[in-house]
């Protein structure tokens, strides 16, 4: 299955600055995904990435809070932006597995952001 | 609208004893189901999918149509075994788009 590199792996950043969250992955996908963990709560789906088209967000979620970028078949940024307390979370970059369908996905160690 | 239940937010166990992580889920098409797994320090991983039926360091789990579950079992709990699980959803029609439940500690003691 792929590898992921997912970096920072926590960052502590002050309310009003954004965030980039870089995911590397050592092949080539044709979609990666975005999740977010708030604190006690399960993993939620932001946006799925595909590159060389705009980002699909789930409800809830939008570009200009999120915006994502998916430059090459092995590279995707999530930025956090105008950061809040609230965003405080994990956030994860996933990949599918392999195939076939439901093989499963791999995900990246995630970062852990707390907005101050 | 799909959804997955996992009851126990923490479970305890003593090494030996038979384990069961519950998961229910609710959609009205064929899903494909995962559990993945945290261990402390460590990153989400895939555990089990229903669509290979193995078992995987002890555990298995079947899907059960009828009463939509997809409990995770293992008859003889290890200390190693402790870690978050999470049961998950895959519509199967959109790809990567996994329904998390909110997970269960799993604590086993010695």
């Known amino acids: 299955s792929a590898v992921i590199s997912q970096k920072p792996s926590r960052d502590i950043c002050q309310r009003g600055t954004s965030l980039t969250i870089q995911c590397q992955v050592d092949?080539?996908?044709?979609?990666m995904f975005w999740y977010r963990q708030q604190p006690g709560q399960s993993l939620t789906l932001i946006a799925t990435?595909?590159?060389?088209?705009?980002?699909?967000?789930e409800s809830g979620f939008v570009i200009d809070k999120f915006p994502i970028s998916r430059p090459n078949l092995t590279f995707s940024t999530l930025t956090v932006s105008n950061m809040s307390p609230e965003d405080s979370s994990i956030y994860l970059c996933?990949?599918?597995?392999?195939?076939?369908?439901?093989?499963?996905?791999?995900f990246g160690s995630g970062t852990r952001l707390t907005v101050v | 609208a799909q959804r997955v239940t996992q009851p126990e937010k923490l479970l305890s166990v003593f090494k030996g004893a038979p384990v069961e992580l519950k998961c229910n889920y609710s959609?009205?098409?064929?899903?494909?189901l995962f559990w993945y797994v945290q261990y402390s320090r460590q990153r989400l991983q895939l555990l089990l999918r229903h669509i290979s039926r193995e078992s995987i360091k002890g555990f298995t789990a079947d899907l059960n149509k009828g009463e939509t579950s997809f409990h995770l079992k293992k008859p003889f709990a290890q200390e190693e075994d402790s870690a978050m699980y999470y049961c998950?959803?895959?519509?199967?029609?959109?790809?990567?788009?996994?329904?998390f439940g909110r997970g269960t500690q799993l604590t086993v003691w010695p």
């Open positions: 959609y009205s098409g064929s899903p494909e």
């Open positions: 998950a959803l895959d519509r199967g029609s959109t790809l990567g788009r996994l329904y």
């Open positions: 092949s080539q996908v044709t979609m």
């Open positions: 990435a595909n590159q060389g088209s705009e980002a699909t967000y």
């Open positions: 996933s990949v599918e597995g392999g195939q076939p369908r439901g093989y499963g996905y791999t």
